[in-house]
């Protein structure tokens, strides 16, 4: 348990960096499960940010004398469970694009929220090195976010909708 906020930043990182070692796990899954091509990279495009974004982590430790190894992070651990579970429930196509969507938002949705709270949470620290390293991955995240939803409404639903018709 957190007894100040240096121990506080210190479990949080430990906790993104399980997160972010969990999604180098699963993006080849979801990209594996993915019939869109621009879907496809999409994945793999973030797979080679999160490897950097995990390297940030443990930058952004060292500058707090720690060492990351990480720590649960059930939120995580539940949202990865779910689109496994997910993708052997339907059959490879439209709509297991959608569903492959949905469940990389809910991954993001939680990062941009753990990035923001400890990017605000180093910058009340006074921990700007650490704030700066923080930012830049919630800025890839949220532009990942972003990027499924254009592809969502651009291409993945109207696939979908096609097919449902």
Same mark, same amino acid.
């Given at each position: 348990?957190?007894?100040?906020?240096?121990? &506080?930043?210190?479990?949080? $990182? *430990?906790?993104?960096?399980?997160?972010?070692?969990?999604?180098? /796990? *699963?993006?080849?899954?979801?990209?594996?499960?993915?019939?869109?091509?621009?879907?496809?990279?999409?994945? /793999?495009?973030?797979?080679?940010?999160?490897?950097?974004?995990?390297?940030?982590? /443990?930058?952004?430790?060292?500058?707090?004398?720690?060492?990351?190894?990480?720590?649960?992070?059930?939120?995580?651990?539940? $949202?990865?469970? /779910?689109?496994?579970?997910?993708?052997?429930?339907?059959?490879?196509?439209?709509?297991? @694009?959608?569903?492959?969507?949905?469940?990389?938002?809910?991954?993001?949705?939680?990062?941009?929220?753990?990035?923001?709270?400890?990017?605000? &949470?180093?910058?009340?620290?006074?921990?700007?090195?650490?704030? @700066? $390293?923080?930012?830049?991955? &919630?800025?890839?995240?949220?532009?990942? @976010?972003?990027? $499924?939803?254009?592809?969502?409404?651009?291409?993945? *639903?109207?696939?979908?909708?096609?097919?449902?018709?």
């Amino acid at each position: 348990m957190a007894e100040n906020m240096k121990a &506080l930043m210190i479990e949080k $990182l *430990n906790q993104a960096y399980t997160a972010e070692k969990l999604a180098l /796990e *699963n993006l080849p899954k979801l990209a594996q499960a993915a019939t869109s091509s621009s879907l496809k990279q999409a994945f /793999e495009t973030h797979r080679q940010e999160t490897q950097q974004q995990v390297s940030r982590l /443990e930058q952004a430790g060292q500058q707090m004398g720690a060492q990351i190894q990480g720590a649960p992070c059930e939120a995580m651990q539940g $949202l990865a469970a /779910e689109a496994e579970r997910l993708i052997a429930q339907h059959q490879r196509g439209p709509l297991l @694009d959608v569903i492959l969507v949905a469940s990389a938002q809910a991954i993001e949705h939680h990062e941009i929220a753990a990035y923001g709270t400890m990017r605000t &949470l180093a910058r009340s620290s006074g921990l700007r090195p650490v704030a @700066d $390293l923080l930012e830049q991955t &919630l800025k890839e995240e949220k532009a990942t @976010d972003e990027k $499924l939803t254009m592809l969502a409404e651009s291409e993945i *639903n109207p696939a979908a909708m096609q097919q449902s018709v």
